[in-house]
């Protein structure tokens, strides 16, 4: 496997003055025994709500954090420990954070990733090139960074992150705040890098469509510690969800009883809405309501992947 | 080697990052000429008093004054240097970025504040020097190896000056609040490089105390160096006496940081 991670925790020790001289310590448990692995190729979604240790996690990968315990892996390397080795292997982008030289034109921050790097002049600029065309950074190489907006920063982040022709690419939020065109190109992007080059990713954001459009597997953390791992169309299982069957009746009639597979949750004159476990065909229930009631019509609603997870943050918390 | 290649960039990218700021750069061309010719006066009272004070005559305190008006930014004597970005990153977590890179933090920030205080040193600190020169009398050398002797005892004071700075900057790892150690290096800077007095003017004990610390590498050298009052190799070996323990101290410094190091933020 070429990530793989197996009962890694993180401890922080947070220290808070609670008055004059006098200091509480107490022990934040920001990832609590996670294991998961990841293939190589693999594209992988990373979701949780704030604060669940998606960051630490990938701060560990990366190695600049170093697990409290557990066993991490990348390529066969302890991040912590060779950090510098494990480098020239990966690409990361932290969305709200920026690799590139804040006062200079884009070019020169990549130019620095020729060197640092050492990437051999013509992929360099083969790499460059594809960069530019497909996220679109043509007019911007001459531009300060301080100057671009945070979409085209953070395309030019993306692009800074892949020079090097990494095996591995971490994202932590790289669609934060941006518009929707600019979350279609960076996306698209993703696909393609994915699909062409086989870069493995591992994709963490607050945004479920760039997750329903980029990832066949998602892994869900909460309070540090994994609630799901398998692929999104699961989720909804997993999340007790239910698909809705809306009825149209001939004419008003009260709720419809069909035992327990199914239940009413809305009538509103002779339409009315059955609720029922999103594991399960239709079909049985469609034949029953047909069989004992006056039906007109009928259609089948799907789950909104958004509401399945906020249930999902909602129930570990109250948990 | 490669790595050369990398750190010959970052440090051209630290010189051309100090060059965009042309507004700063003019108004600090201001300040120090205006700062000069008020030390210079202040100076010329004091050694009208004290002819001879610390074994500098007239001309000689005139030039130890622009000298230091000259390489006031060079050597960010008050802090405002490299270390002031560095500090920044790692209070705001920014540091990861540098962390997860193939590169040495140190070597990383060195070249990173040699190019800004190479830029500095022709962008800050001729113009106030040339000015001095022009309108003053000073004690300046007429050969050119005591020139380039000087230069060099200049480019080791840079050295010693990133790594005091770099140390106090690395505390930010330990402590939230970046102010105190701002503020202490500050102070220290003003007074031990000797930009308020010549530090052979001190009195004994306090004056041989200060000409040993590291600070005295940076101003108090390059000038007895350029004046000729002290041999450039006697110079250069306490320069780089104090460099090479600096940066050692930075070094373990740097790896305990990492070590245990808390990435802050998301
Ligand atoms: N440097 C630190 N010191 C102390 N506690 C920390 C530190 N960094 C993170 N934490 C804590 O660890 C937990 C996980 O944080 P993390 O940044 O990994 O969350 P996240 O899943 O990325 O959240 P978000 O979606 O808000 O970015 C939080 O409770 C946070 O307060
Ligand atoms: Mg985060």
Redesign the pocket.
């Known amino acids: 496997m070429f990530i793989e991670v197996d009962g890694v925790e993180k401890v922080?020790d947070?220290r808070r003055k609670t008055g004059f001289l006098k200091r509480e310590r107490r022990q934040?448990r920001?990832v609590d025994s996670i294991s998961f692995t990841v293939a190589r190729g693999e594209m992988v979604g990373y979701i949780?709500p704030?604060?669940?240790?998606?960051?630490?996690t990938i701060k560990m990968l990366t190695g600049i954090l170093t697990p409290s315990g557990g066993r991490l892996r990348v390529a066969g390397i302890d991040p912590s420990r060779e950090r510098t080795r494990l480098a020239h292997r990966i690409g990361v982008v932290f969305g709200q954070r920026t690799t590139l030289w804040w006062d200079l034109p884009l070019i020169d921050s990549y130019r620095l990733m020729h060197r640092m790097y050492r990437i051999p002049d013509d992929r360099y600029r083969e790499n460059l090139d594809r960069c530019v065309e497909l996220l679109e950074l043509g007019g911007l190489l001459e531009v300060p960074v301080r100057q671009l907006s945070l979409g085209q920063r953070m395309r030019g982040d993306i692009a800074a992150a892949l020079l090097h022709d990494p095996e591995v690419l971490y994202l932590d939020e790289p669609t934060i705040g941006l518009d929707v065109i600019s979350k279609a190109k960076v996306r698209e992007f993703l696909r393609e890098l994915n699909g062409e080059r086989g870069t493995t990713v591992l994709l963490t954001t607050?945004d479920l469509q760039d997750i329903e459009q980029l990832c066949s597997r998602v892994m869900v953390i909460d309070h540090g510690r994994m609630v799901y791992d398998g692929a999104l169309a699961g989720l909804h299982e997993a999340g007790g969800s239910e698909r809705i069957l809306v009825v149209d009746l001939e004419r008003e009639l009260p709720p419809i009883e069909v035992g327990s597979a199914a239940r009413v949750v809305k009538v509103e004159g002779p339409r009315q809405w059955l609720a029922f476990p999103a594991g399960e065909s239709a079909a049985g229930l469609v034949a029953r309501v047909a069989a004992e009631y006056p039906l007109v019509d009928l259609s089948v609603r799907e789950p909104d992947i958004e509401a399945v997870i906020a249930r999902m943050y909602a129930e570990k918390a109250t948990a | 080697m490669g790595s050369g290649r990398l750190y010959a960039a970052v440090a051209a990218g630290g010189f051309r990052r100090y060059a965009t700021y042309r507004a700063a750069t003019a108004a600090g061309v201001f300040t120090n000429t205006v700062f000069g010719i008020i030390l210079v006066y202040t100076y010329l009272a004091l050694w009208d008093e004290r002819p001879h004070l610390g074994g500098y005559d007239q001309t000689q305190a005139v030039t130890y004054a622009w000298l230091g008006q000259a390489l006031y930014s060079t050597l960010a004597i008050q802090g405002g240097g490299a270390e002031k970005d560095l500090m920044a990153r790692i209070r705001t977590g920014e540091i990861a970025v540098d962390l997860y890179r193939p590169a040495d933090l140190q070597l990383w920030w060195l070249a990173s504040d040699l190019g800004r205080a190479v830029f500095q040193m022709l962008g800050r600190g001729v113009i106030p020097f040339t000015f001095g020169a022009l309108f003053f009398s000073m004690a300046l050398p007429q050969d050119i190896t005591t020139w380039v002797a000087f230069l060099v005892a200049v480019a080791l004071a840079m050295i010693v000056s990133f790594g005091i700075r770099y140390l106090a900057a690395l505390m930010m790892f330990w402590l939230m609040d970046d102010r105190g150690v701002t503020q202490t290096m500050m102070i220290l800077g003003i007074f031990c490089s000797g930009m308020t007095l010549p530090l052979n003017a001190f009195p004994d004990p306090f004056g041989d105390i200060v000409q040993s610390l590291p600070w005295a590498a940076q101003l108090q050298m390059p000038a007895n160096v350029l004046m000729g009052e002290v041999s450039p190799w006697h110079a250069y070996a306490f320069q780089a006496g104090w460099a090479v323990v600096l940066l050692a101290a930075g070094r373990l410094l740097q790896s305990a940081a990492t070590r245990r190091v808390?990435?802050?933020g998301?």
Do not use: D, M
């Not at chain 1, 704030?50 to 630490?56: D, F, L, P, Q």
């Open positions: 922080f947070v934040v920001a949780g704030n604060g669940a240790g998606k960051s630490t607050h | 808390v990435v802050q998301g």
